[in-house]
C-alpha cells in the first residue's frame, strides 16, 4: 500500500501563503494522479486540488487563482502552493492518491490511499 506523508501546515495571517508538500512512498506503483483535499471543523471533508499523470490539474472553484497544485520531477511528490489565505481556508489538508493515470472527477472513494493530513491555520 503506498503511504503518504504530508508537510508545510501552519499558522499564517490572512493574505498570507503556505506551500504544502506530500511525499509518497517507495516506487512500487506507476501511473498516478495525486490531489489535495481539506476538511475544515464541522464540517465534510471536500476537493482541493488535483493533478493527473499526464499534468493536466483541476481545483475547487473557491481556490481558483489562489492555489496551485504541482508535481516533482519523479511524480511521487506533490505540491500545493496557497496564496492569499482567508480565515475559511483554515482546515486539515490532506494528501491522496488514485491508482491511474486520469481523474475526471475528484471524489474520496475515487482515492485509494490517504496521508495523515497536516494543519493550515488562517487567522483574520
Known amino acids: 500500500q503506498v503511504q503518504l506523508a504530508e508537510s508545510g501546515g501552519g499558522l499564517v495571517q490572512a493574505g498570507g501563503s503556505v506551500r504544502l508538500s506530500c511525499v509518497a512512498s517507495?516506487?512500487?506503483?506507476?501511473?498516478?494522479?495525486m490531489g489535495w483535499f481539506r476538511q475544515a471543523p464541522g464540517k465534510e471533508r471536500e476537493f482541493v486540488a488535483g493533478?493527473?499523470?499526464?499534468?493536466?490539474?483541476n481545483y475547487a472553484d473557491s481556490v481558483k487563482g489562489r492555489f496551485t497544485i504541482s508535481r516533482g520531477n519523479n511524480k511521487n511528490e506533490v505540491y500545493l502552493q496557497m496564496n492569499s489565505l482567508k480565515p475559511e481556508d483554515t482546515a486539515v489538508y490532506y494528501c491522496?492518491?488514485?491508482?491511474?493515470?486520469?481523474?475526471?472527477?475528484?471524489?474520496?472513494?475515487?482515492?485509494?490511499?490517504w496521508g495523515k493530513g497536516t494543519l493550515v491555520t488562517v487567522s483574520s
Open positions: 493533478i493527473n499523470w499526464g499534468g493536466g490539474t
Open positions: 491522496a492518491l488514485a491508482l491511474r493515470s486520469y481523474v475526471s472527477d475528484w471524489y474520496l472513494a475515487a482515492m485509494n490511499s
Open positions: 517507495a516506487r512500487t506503483f506507476s501511473y498516478h494522479s
